[in-house]
Nanobody, 120 residues
């Protein structure tokens, strides 16, 4: 089995910072793309940021210049540094990873979600 375990969410004032972490564990052959999504109640889950295994990144326009995604391949971990948080960033954030348990097939895995609230 494979698990993604997130940490780092919480309550912060607008303008503040948080750092999310997501560690993958279990029977893993290789991890390809990793990313962070967010979802508000009643809305579709949307991509926040993604990073490939060689470090190429992609960001939603709404977070460019404020959020930074990175990964530690040795620890199977992806991070999301969130600066200058705004009230509209308030959501549940989900970690996603494209993981191969064998050399022949991959599938998407999701974390359980971590709540981020930017409010005064």
């Amino acid at each position: 089995q494979v698990q993604l375990v997130e940490s780092g969410g919480g309550l912060v004032q607008p303008g503040g910072s948080l750092r999310l972490s997501c560690a993958a564990s279990g029977s893993i052959f290789s991890i390809y793309a990793m990313g962070w999504y967010r979802q508000a109640p009643g809305k579709q889950r949307e991509l926040v940021a993604a990073i490939t295994s060689d470090g190429s990144t992609n960001y939603a326009d709404s977070v460019k210049g404020r959020f930074t995604i990175s990964r530690d391949n040795a620890k199977n971990t992806v991070f999301l540094q969130m600066n200058s948080l705004k009230p509209e960033d308030t959501d549940v954030y989900y970690c996603n990873a494209d993981i191969g348990r064998t050399p022949w097939a991959t599938r998407d895995y999701w974390g359980q979600g971590t709540k981020v609230t930017a409010s005064s």
